[in-house]
C-alpha cells in the first residue's frame, strides 16, 4: 500500500498531524526510505510522500524485527524471559533488566538488599551515559559527520562495556539481575576500575561538546527543526529525554522514587524549545548528571548481601495478581505489565517501550521539513528496532 | 643557489625527460608527441595520486577517529588501493532494469574525462604544463561545469528516487558554487590581467625580504581563497557539502545504482576533481609551483605543487573528519545570501586595493572592509537562521 | 621539536581555544565553533600519534584482550578426575533443558545409573547437545544447574563452514575437565570445589555414621545383649 | 492521589451512569483498577485527562488481555424429587422423596478480550490508575471505543492490539495492523493461536522440531541447505 493510498481519517484535534497540503503542480514523489537505508537504524521504513525534498506525508512502518517477543514471554518462566529483555534494547540491556525485575518484585512483594540497589543504580547510570553518548554520535553521524562522534563516543562506550563484561560476563547481553538482587557480586577491583572510568567520563563530555555544541553547522541543522509542543509531547505519551526537552519536568527517576534513585542528588535539564539541538543538549547534560549519581553511588555502597535470601530462583510461582513496573531507561519510560495467573509462566507479559511510543509523533514533527530533516528527527527520537518492533 | 645546474636539472627533469624522448621522433611529430607524452603522465600520476590518497584518506580519518586505519594490505595498508580496485573490478556490474542503459553507462566516462581535461592548463611546475591557452582559467571552468552533465546524467539515468534527490541536488549546488568560484577568480584576475595560468603563478613567483607574493597574504586574496575553498569543496561535493550523495539521506545519491568499475570511476572522478580544483586553487591564491620562501627556490617546483595539492588534499579530509553536513536549503542560502555578496564585495576590494597603489594604506582599509563585512554578514546569518548559543534550565 | 613538547604544546591548544571561545562566548563569530571542532580533531589526530591511550582499538589476531574472569560464551559439561565419561557431573536432571530459554538443549536419560562424584547411583545424559547457534550465551543453565555440571565456557573462536553440524556440539565435544574450569573462571571454579568438597565430607560423615551405626547394630545383632538402646 | 475508590466515586460523580466498576487485585503490587463501561468509556476518560484534581494527562501503556473461553466445572447441589421404591411393610411401595444430590456441571464461561490501559499524571507527578474495558466476546462482537482521541499515545498501541488480539477500535483514525503484515490474517498473541506450519525449521536437537525438521527435509521443502 502506498503512502498517499492510506486514507486516515483526517480527526479535527490539536493532537493530530497537521495537514500539508503539497504546493504547486506536479505529482508527490513517494519514497519508501527504508527498510534498507543507511540511516533507519536497522530495519525500519518510513513510506514517505515528497512534494520536491518537502515532505507531505509520513508513515512509519514497524515490524521488520517483530519477533512477538510477549508471547514468549508467556511460553516461558519468568527467569527464562530474563534474558529475552536484553534483546529488546540491545544498547541498554542492563536497564531492561531492571525494569522487568522491578515488574516482577512489584507483583510478588520481592525486597532488594541494599548493596543490590547500589549496584543497580550503578550500571543504570552507566547504561545511561553510553547509550547518550553513541545515540548522539549516531545522531551526528545521521548529520553527515563521517563517523568522528561517533567513534568518539564509541571509544568512551569501549570502557563502559569492558566494565560490563567484567562484571556480567558478556558486554551487551547482560543479563545480570535478578528477581530480588543481582547475580554476581562486584569485587573491589572493578568497582577501582569503575571510579576510573567515570572519573574519566567528564573529559569525554567536554571534548564531545568542544567538538560539536558550538558548531554553526550542527546549530543551523538542529536548531528549530522537529519542534514538538510539551502538551502534544504529554499526550502523545513521549517519554524520556525527549519529553524533557520539550520543557516537560517528568523524570521517572525523581517521581517514581524507584530503586534508591532519592537517596542521590541530581537535577534534570530541561529543554525550552523541544527541536533537535534540545534533545541533543538534554542527552549531553544528562550524562553529566549521571556521571553526578555516578559518582555519589560508588562513594555509598555499602557492604551486604545482593540477593534477598527469600528470592526463589527455581519454582517461582507468583501469586495471581498483576503489576506494572517502570523505569526511566535511557530512552524514555520502560514498563512491563505482567498478570499471573499462579503457574510458573505470566499470563500476560507485556513490555511498554520507550521506542515505539516516541515514535508516535515522528509524523508530527517531520511534515513540512526536508528528506535530510527527517533523519534527523528521527535520530533524535533514540530508538532501537529490537525494543520497537519487539 | 638556484643557478646551480644539477637544481636546475632536477626541477626541469620531467621536461628534459620528454624532450629527450621526443627527439628520437622526426621533427612534423614533435609537438604532438610531446602533448601526448604530458597526456600520458597526466593519466597515470593522478590516478595513482589518487589511489595513494585513498590510503592516507581512511588513515587520516581513523587517526582523526583515534584509530589506526587500513593496515593490513601491504606494508602500513599501503597496497590497500590494489585490493580495491582489484574488488571493484571483480563486482558484478549491475544495471537497473529500467534503466536508460546508454546514459547510465555514460555518465561515470563523461565525468571522468571531462576532469582529466582540466589538468591540461594546470601548471604543474616550471615549463611543465600541458597546453599554455591564453584563456586557460576559462576553459577550467568550462571542463569543470561539464561534471555536472556527468552528475545529471548519472542521477538520471539510474531510474532511482534517491539518485534523482541526489542529482537535483548536486545541479542546484554546483550551479550556484560554480558562481562562487567564477567570482573569487576573478580577483585574481582582476590583479594579474590575464587568464593564462602559468601567468598568474609567475606573477605570484616574486619575493620581498625572502617573503613570496603570493595572492593569499593579502585581504582580498585571502578573502578569495577562503570563498574560494567553500565553493571548491561544494563543488566536489566533499564534507560538508556532499549532499548530492549524503549517505544518511540519499543513500548513496547520484550514484546509488552503481557498483563495480562504473562505481570506481565516479570515486576516482570525485578524488581527480578535487585534484584539479586544489591544483587551480594552488595556481590562483597560493603561488602554484613557487617556493614559500625565496631561499627554497632550489627546491623542484613540481615538489611544491603537488605539496600544496597534498596540503589542501588534507585539510579536505581533515574538514570531512569533523563536519556535519548542510542541508539543501542552508546550502543554497550559504551560497546565494552569504558567500556570494561577501565574493562580490571582495571584487570591490580588490579593485580597491589595485587602484590604491603601493603603501600600508590598502592594507589597512582592505582589511577593515572585509572584516567588518564578514562580521555582520556572519551575524546576520546566524539571525536569519535563528540559530545561537543557548543556555539550559534545571529542575530539581 | 620533540614529541613531548608537540604533546605538550597539543595539550595546552584546549585551553588555549576554551579561552577565545570565553571572550566571545555572547557574540560569536560565524565559523568559530566549526575552528573549535577543528581544532579538537586536529587534537585527537596527533595525539593519536603521539599518546597510545588514546588509541583503544586492538589489532585482534596478534593482539588479544585477556579474557575477562566472568565472561561467558557457550556453555561446556565439567567432569572430574580423566576420564569425560565416567566423571561427567550431570545427572541428566533436565532442569536446565526445562529452563533454557531459547531451548537449545537436549538431554536423553540413562536406563541405568552410574555412581556420582559422591558415590551416589545417579542417572547420567545418554545423549547432551547444545545447538549453540542457538544458544544465547544467557548462562540461566549454569544458574538452576544443582550439581554445578554446566559452566560456561570462554572460548569464542568456534567458526565453522558447517552451519548445523558444526555448532551442534555433543556431550563429548562439550565436556570439559574441572582442570579447565579452575583455568578459565578460578574464583568461580575453587568455590565450587569447596561447596561439592563439603557437600561429600557431608555424604560421607552421614555414610560413615550410617555405617557405624550399621555395624554397631550388625555387632548388636551378633552378640544379644541387653539392647542399650541408641543406634538410628 | 486519590485512591482508586475515590476515583469510582469522583466518576460517578462527574458522569451519572458510567457504569465503573472496581477490580481488586490481589498481588502485593496492589494496583486496583476500574473496567468501563464502552459506552462511557470516551466520556470517562476525558474526565480522568481533564479533572483538575485527577489529570491523567499522560497514558503510558495500552494492551491487551485475551481470556479464553473456560470450561467452568461447578458442583451444584440439586435437590428434586426422585420415586423410590422403599420397603414398606406391605412390600416395595413407590414413593415420592426429596434427595439432595451433588452434579458437576459444565458450563463454558465466554472468553473476552481485555484492554488495559495504564495512566499517569504528568501535571501532578501521580499514578498509576488501571483502567480496563471487556469486549461482548472473542469472535464477533470485538468493538471497543478508541481511546486515541483523548491520548494520542493510544495510536500506535492500539494499532498493535488490533493487530495481535483483534480488538477492534472504533473511532481510531487509522486502524491497520502495526507488527505484522497487511495480509496477515489471524492475531498472533491470542492463546488460542495455532503458528502456520510454513516456517524454515532449523535442525535444532529437539525431539518433537527436529522430527519436524527431518520431515520437511524429506519431502524437500522448505529446509535451508
Keep these: 500500500m502506498s503512502v498517499t493510498d492510506i486514507k486516515t481519517e483526517r480527526v479535527a484535534g490539536w493532537n493530530r498531524p497537521p495537514v500539508i497540503e503539497p504546493d504547486g503542480e506536479g505529482e508527490l514523489l513517494e519514497v519508501a526510505m527504508g527498510p534498507h537505508h543507511p540511516s533507519t537504524h536497522g530495519v525500519f521504513r518510513m513510506d514517505l510522500a515528497l512534494d520536491g525534498e518537502r515532505v507531505v506525508r509520513l508513515k512509519p512502518v514497524f515490524g521488520y524485527l517483530h519477533r512477538n517477543h510477549e508471547k514468549l514471554g508467556e511460553g516461558q518462566s519468568y527467569l527464562a524471559s530474563m534474558p529475552y529483555t536484553d534483546r529488546l534494547d540491545y544498547i541498554c540491556s542492563l536497564t531492561n533488566n531492571w525494569a522487568y525485575a522491578l515488574a516482577v518484585e512489584k507483583l510478588v512483594g520481592q525486597e532488594v538488599p541494599e548493596r543490590a540497589e547500589y549496584i543497580r543504580v550503578i550500571l543504570a547510570e552507566l547504561t545511561r551515559v553510553q547509550n547518550h553518548a553513541s545515540s548522539i554520535g549516531f545522531l551526528i553521524q545521521e548529520m553527515g559527520a563521517s563517523g568522528t562522534p561517533l567513534m568518539y563516543a564509541f571509544k568512551e562506550r569501549e570502557k563502559i562495556l569492558d566494565l560490563f563484561e567484567s562484571l556480567t560476563g558478556s558486554r551487551m547481553m547482560c543479563n545480570y539481575m535478578r528477581f530480588g538482587g543481582c547475580r554476581v557480586d562486584v569485587s573491589a577491583p572493578w568497582l577501582d576500575a569503575t571510579r576510573k572510568v567515570v572519573a574519566g567520563l567528564p573529559v569525554f563530555v567536554d571534548e564531545f561538546e568542544a567538538l560539536l555544541s558550538s558548531n554553526e553547522i550542527l546549530m543551523a541543522r538542529c536548531q528549530g527543526v522537529g519542534i514538538l509542543r510539551p502538551e502534544l509531547a504529554i499526550n502523545a505519551g513521549v517519554s524520556g529525554p525527549m519529553l524533557r526537552a520539550s520543557g516537560v519536568n517528568y523524570d521517572v527517576r525523581k517521581v517514581d522514587h524507584y530503586g534508591i534513585y532519592d537517596r542521590f542528588q541530581f537535577r534534570v535539564p530541561l529543554g525550552d524549545h523541544g527541536d533537535i539541538y534540545d534533545r541533543y543538549m538534554v542527552r549531553i547534560l544528562e550524562m553529566r548528571e549521571s556521571i553526578k549519581i555516578l559518582e555519589q553511588a560508588l562513594k555509598d555502597l555499602p557492604a551486604g548481601p545482593i540477593m534477598d535470601p527469600k528470592a526463589k530462583l527455581r519454582g517461582f510461582r507468583p501469586k495471581p495478581g498483576e503489576a506494572y513496573g517502570r523505569i526511566e531507561a535511557p530512552k524514555g519510560e520502560l514498563g512491563f505489565y505482567l498478570i499471573s495467573d499462579g503457574g510458573p509462566n505470566p499470563y500476560r507479559y507485556r513490555v511498554r517501550t520507550p521506542s515505539l511510543i516516541n515514535l508516535t509523533i515522528l509524523e508530527d514533527m517531520c511534515l513540512g521539513h526536508n528528506v535530510a530533516d527527517v533523519v534527523l528527527i528521527f535520530g533524535s527520537v533514540d530508538i532501537v528496532l529490537g525494543e520497537v518492533d519487539r | 643557489m638556484a643557478a646551480n645546474p644539477f637544481f636546475v636539472n632536477l626541477d626541469q627533469i620531467f621536461v628534459l625527460l620528454r624532450n629527450w624522448l621526443v627527439g628520437f621522433l622526426p621533427v612534423a611529430l614533435q609537438p604532438m608527441a610531446g602533448v601526448l607524452l604530458g597526456v600520458i603522465a597526466i593519466v597515470c600520476v593522478f590516478p595513482g595520486l589518487f589511489a595513494l590518497t585513498t590510503v592516507f584518506e581512511r588513515k587520516g580519518l581513523g587517526r582523526i577517529q583515534n584509530r589506526i586505519g587500513p593496515n593490513r594490505v601491504g606494508p602500513y595498508g599501503l597496497l590497500q588501493p590494489v585490493a580495491d580496485g582489484i574488488k571493484s573490478l571483480t563486482k558484478e556490474d549491475i544495471v537497473p532494469l529500467r534503466a536508460n542503459a546508454v546514459v547510465h553507462f555514460l555518465a561515470p566516462l563523461v565525468l571522468v574525462v571531462t576532469v582529466f581535461m582540466g589538468f591540461a592548463v594546470l601548471p604543474m611546475g616550471r615549463n611543465m604544463v600541458l597546453v599554455d591557452m591564453d584563456a586557460g582559467l576559462l576553459f577550467f571552468f568550462a571542463m569543470g561545469a561539464a561534471t555536472e552533465l556527468s552528475v545529471f546524467m548519472a542521477g538520471w539515468s539510474s531510474r532511482n528516487k534517491y539518485s534523482l534527490l541526489g542529482a537535483m541536488r548536486a545541479v542546484a549546488q554546483m550551479i550556484s558554487y560554480e558562481v562562487v568560484l567564477l567570482l573569487s577568480s576573478v580577483a585574481v584576475v582582476m590583479i594579474t590581467g590575464s587568464l593564462s595560468l602559468p601567468k598568474i603563478v609567475a606573477a605570484q613567483n616574486q619575493y620581498s625580504n625572502g617573503f613570496p607574493h603570493w595572492y593569499i597574504f593579502t585581504p582580498w586574496g585571502l578573502a578569495g581563497f577562503l570563498t574560494y575553498a567553500i565553493a571548491a569543496t561544494a563543488e566536489t561535493n566533499r564534507s560538508p557539502f556532499d549532499l548530492p550523495e549524503g549517505e544518511s539521506e540519499l543513500v548513496a545519491g547520484y550514484h546509488t545504482e552503481y557498483s563495480g568499475f562504473k562505481f570506481a570511476l565516479f570515486f576516482l572522478g570525485e578524488y581527480l576533481a578535487m585534484f584539479s580544483i586544489s591544483g587551480l586553487g594552488t595556481t590562483l591564491f597560493l603561488g602554484g609551483w613557487s617556493a614559500p620562501f625565496s631561499f627554497l627556490t632550489w627546491v623542484p617546483s613540481w615538489f611544491w605543487f603537488f605539496g600544496k595539492v597534498m596540503l589542501s588534499i588534507f585539510v579536505f579530509i581533515w574538514m570531512r573528519g569533523t563536519l556535519p553536513r548542510l542541508r539543501q536549503d542552508q546550502l543554497m542560502n550559504f551560497a546565494w545570501k552569504f558567500v556570494l555578496p561577501f565574493t562580490l564585495l571582495n571584487l570591490l576590494v580588490t579593485a580597491l586595493w589595485r587602484f590604491m597603489g603601493d603603501g600600508w594604506q590598502r592594507w589597512v582599509v582592505c582589511t577593515v572592509i572585509l572584516v567588518a563585512a564578514y562580521v555582520v554578514m556572519g551575524r546576520l546569518e546566524m539571525r536569519s537562521e535563528h540559530f545561537g548559543r543557548r543556555s539550559y534550565r534545571y529542575a530539581e | 621539536m620533540s614529541y613531548s613538547s608537540l604533546a605538550a604544546w597539543i595539550l595546552s591548544w584546549e585551553k588555549w581555544t576554551d579561552s577565545c571561545w570565553q571572550l566571545n562566548l555572547e557574540d560569536a563569530l560565524l565559523g568559530d565553533g566549526i575552528l573549535k571542532g577543528m581544532a579538537e580533531t586536529a587534537r585527537n589526530f596527533f595525539g593519536s600519534y603521539v599518546s597510545k591511550e588514546r588509541l583503544t582499538t586492538v589489532e585482534y589476531p596478534e593482539q588479544r584482550i585477556p579474557t575477562a574472569e566472568n565472561a561467558r560464551v557457550f556453555p561446556f559439561l565439567v567432569y572430574d578426575g580423566a576420564n569425560w565419561e565416567a566423571g561427567m557431573r550431570c545427572v541428566a536432571c533436565q532442569i536446565c533443558e526445562k529452563e533454557c530459554p531459547p531451548k537449545c538443549i537436549y538431554i536423553e536419560k540413562s536406563a541405568d545409573k552410574k555412581p556420582d562424584y559422591v558415590g551416589k547411583q545417579q542417572f547420567y545424559p545418554t545423549r547432551f547437545d547444545i545447538d549453540v547457534s542457538v544458544c544465547m550465551s544467557c548462562q540461566i543453565c549454569v544458574e538452576v544447574c544443582p550439581f554445578e555440571a554446566i559452566k560456561m565456557d570462554t572460548q569464542f573462536e568456534l567458526a565453522t563452514d558447517d552451519r548445523f553440524g558444526g555448532l551442534l556440539f555433543d556431550r563429548k565435544e562439550l565436556s570439559r575437565s574441572n582442570e579447565y574450569y579452575h583455568s578459565i573462571h578460578p574464583t568461580e571454579a575453587s568455590e565450587v570445589d569447596a561447596r561439592l568438597a563439603e557437600e561429600k565430607a557431608k555424604v560421607e560423615a552421614k555414610a560413615k555414621a550410617a555405617a557405624e551405626a550399621a555395624a554397631a547394630k550388625a555387632a548388636a545383632a551378633a552378640n544379644p545383649a541387653p539392647p542399650a538402646g541408641g543406634g538410628s | ?225
Design chain 4, 1 to 225: 492521589m486519590k485512591s482508586v475508590e475515590e476515583i469510582k466515586t469522583a466518576i460517578e460523580a462527574a458522569i451519572p451512569g458510567a457504569g465503573v466498576e472496581f477490580v481488586s487485585n490481589p498481588s502485593p503490587s496492589a494496583q486496583h483498577s476500574l473496567r468501563l463501561a464502552p459506552e462511557s468509556a470516551i466520556a470517562v476518560a476525558t474526565f480522568l485527562r481533564d479533572d483538575a484534581e485527577l489529570a491523567f494527562d499522560f497514558l503510558s501503556n495500552v494492551t491487551g488481555v485475551d481470556w479464553p473461553d473456560k470450561e467452568v466445572a461447578e458442583k451444584v447441589k440439586v435437590t428434586r424429587t426422585v420415586t423410590k421404591s422403599v420397603d414398606g411393610p406391605e412390600g416395595p411401595v413407590e414413593q415420592q422423596v426429596e434427595e439432595t444430590v451433588e452434579e458437576t456441571h459444565k458450563r463454558v464461561e465466554p472468553g473476552c478480550l481485555e484492554v488495559v490501559y495504564h495512566l499517569y499524571s504528568v501535571a501532578k507527578k501521580h499514578g498509576t490508575l488501571v483502567l480496563r474495558m471487556r469486549t461482548v466476546n472473542r469472535s464477533d462482537q470485538t468493538e471497543l471505543p478508541s481511546l486515541t482521541g483523548v491520548w494520542r499515545s493510544a495510536e500506535f498501541q492500539e494499532r498493535e492490539v488490533f493487530d495481535l488480539y483483534g480488538v477492534v477500535f472504533s473511532g481510531h483514525p487509522d486502524l491497520r495492523r502495526l507488527l505484522m503484515w497487511d495480509g496477515f490474517k489471524d492475531h498472533p498473541m491470542r492463546k488460542d493461536y495455532v503458528e502456520p506450519d510454513d516456517f524454515e525449521y532449523e535442525p535444532t536437537p529437539h525431539d518433537e522440531v527436529l522430527k519436524r525438521a527431518q520431515e520437511r527435509k524429506s519431502e524437500g521443502l522448505g529446509t535451508r541447505d
